[in-house]
């Protein structure tokens, strides 16, 4: 059974930075892709960044490019993503999101599937 627990959400003011980790379990094989989705109150989900074990490569949606880095531990079986320059529009809650089959980074975070397995989410908070 898949399990997908985030950490590292908080409160920081604009400039600030934020780590957040997903730690991963029941990846059996390397054939799966881990990455970090936001919403905010009143708007769209969105795919921030998203990582492929099977594939290889990373994805940044362009509202983070430069400023997030999404990295992994294979020891751990965890997940980080590194946010730097923080602004007040990253406010959102982030959740770590993980699927089970050889796939690339940019189909992980640009379409989600029913079959896709969530964490409880974390939340971050940016003040001007």
């Known amino acids: 059974q898949v399990q997908l627990v985030e950490s590292g959400g908080g409160s920081v003011q604009t400039g600030g930075s934020l780590r957040l980790s997903c730690a991963a379990s029941?990846?059996?094989?390397?054939?799966?892709?881990i990455g970090w989705f936001r919403q905010a109150p009143g708007k769209e989900r969105e795919g921030v960044s998203c990582i492929s074990r099977s594939v290889g490569g990373a994805y940044y949606a362009d509202s983070v490019k430069g400023r997030f880095t999404i990295s992994r531990d294979n020891a751990k079986n965890t997940v980080y993503l590194e946010m730097n320059s923080l602004k007040p529009e990253d406010t959102a809650v982030y959740y770590c999101?993980?699927?089970?089959?050889?796939?690339?980074?940019?189909?992980?975070?640009?379409?989600?599937?029913?079959?896709?397995?969530w964490g409880q989410g974390t939340q971050v908070t940016v003040s001007s």
């Open positions: 029941g990846f059996t094989s390397d054939y799966y892709a």
């Open positions: 999101v993980g699927r089970k089959r050889a796939t690339t980074a940019q189909n992980l975070c640009v379409m989600t599937l029913a079959s896709d397995y």
